[in-house]
């Protein structure tokens, strides 16, 4: 009878340990699984990369359009076919619901960024994933890199996000040889910094007056600001002089004219 009680305690003494146990784990953590996107890569021109082109995938989240897009996954494989395979690995715990993801690639050349994507690829969004990107060619004076020269100068925006500006509301950046930010969001005047690497460009906290405008100019003005935090990285169609700031994502978050 002794040993009969005592299977009964052993018994319900692991099942309170593993309920226990089943506590202290996270949930999200059970359902944690490692995840792949797979996809390709390709460019209508017909032209040949240099030796030492990297092909750059990576898995980002743009949730937030005033912070900078977090990295959940990136591969770097040399750009040599066209089109090219690539593959993402990463944990499912790490794609949160109610938040948005998406593709960025790139094609560069040491610090010269040769082609990137200008449509946002996105996934996880309950549709089919957009893994199969086109990257556009950048034009720029194939004699040399991105040189931060060509920011230089005085430049109007044209477009914000795709929805336009105001007739007669002038939103400007100006930006010195040193880095140095100034200009006007249309209504207060701006100051700041921009940090620049090659095609890549980072601006810190934009500092203005506290004047108030009319309604419409105050939104130009936030959105003005907003595009240039959300701003990785540019380019110039020197043909056109316009400025391109473009997101995490690969997006053109405005384009600007210089003046």
């Given at each position: 009878?002794?040993?009969?009680?005592?299977?009964?305690?052993?018994?319900?003494?692991?099942?309170?340990?593993l309920f226990a146990l089943m506590l202290l784990t996270?949930?999200?953590?059970?359902?944690?699984?490692?995840?792949?996107?797979?996809?390709?890569?390709?460019?209508?021109?017909?032209?040949?990369?240099?030796?030492?082109?990297?092909?750059?995938?990576?898995?980002?989240?743009?949730?937030?359009?005033?912070?900078?897009?977090?990295?959940?996954?990136?591969?770097?494989?040399?750009?040599?076919?066209?089109?090219?395979?690539?593959?993402?690995?990463?944990?499912?715990?790490?794609?949160?619901?109610?938040?948005?993801?998406?593709?960025?690639?790139?094609?560069t050349d040491g610090e010269r960024l040769l082609f990137?994507?200008?449509?946002?690829?996105?996934?996880?969004?309950?549709?089919?994933?957009?893994?199969?990107?086109?990257?556009?060619?950048?034009?720029?004076?194939?004699?040399?890199?991105?040189?931060?020269?060509?920011?230089?100068?005085?430049?109007?925006?044209?477009?914000?996000?795709?929805?336009?500006?105001?007739?007669?509301?002038?939103?400007?950046?100006?930006?010195?040889?040193?880095?140095?930010?100034?200009?006007?969001?249309?209504?207060?005047?701006?100051?700041?910094?921009?940090?620049?690497?090659?095609?890549?460009?980072?601006?810190?906290?934009?500092?203005?007056?506290?004047?108030?405008?009319?309604?419409?100019?105050?939104?130009?003005?936030?959105?003005?600001?907003?595009?240039?935090?959300?701003?990785?990285?540019?380019?110039?169609?020197?043909?056109?002089?316009?400025?391109?700031?473009?997101?995490?994502?690969?997006?053109?978050?405005?384009?600007?004219?210089?003046?």
């Open positions: 009878m002794s040993d009969e009680r005592n299977k009964f305690l052993i018994s319900r003494r692991g099942v309170t340990v996270p949930a999200g953590s059970a359902l944690a699984a490692p995840m792949t996107l797979r996809g390709t890569v390709r460019y209508r021109e017909r032209i040949a990369l240099p030796r030492g082109a990297i092909l750059e995938v990576r898995l980002l989240d743009v949730s937030l359009a005033d912070a900078p897009a977090r990295t959940i996954a990136e591969t770097r494989v040399p750009a040599r076919r066209n089109p090219m395979r690539y593959t993402l690995r990463f944990d499912s715990a790490a794609i949160e619901p109610r938040r948005t993801y998406a593709l960025q690639a790139r094609i990137i994507n200008t449509t946002r690829h996105t996934v996880f969004t309950g549709g089919r994933n957009e893994t199969d990107i086109r990257v556009e060619h950048v034009a720029r004076d194939e004699a040399r890199p991105a040189s931060s020269a060509a920011l230089v100068g005085r430049w109007l925006a044209e477009d914000i996000r795709g929805g336009g500006v105001i007739d007669r509301l002038q939103s400007v950046l100006e930006l010195a040889a040193d880095g140095k930010v100034s200009g006007s969001g249309g209504c207060n005047r701006m100051s700041g910094s921009a940090t620049i690497a090659g095609s890549r460009i980072a601006f810190s906290p934009i500092a203005s007056t506290r004047m108030a405008c009319a309604p419409a100019a105050m939104n130009q003005e936030s959105k003005f600001f907003a595009a240039l935090t959300a701003a990785r990285s540019w380019r110039v169609d020197q043909r056109q002089d316009k400025l391109f700031l473009l997101d995490a994502g690969g997006q053109t978050l405005m384009r600007l004219a210089r003046m």
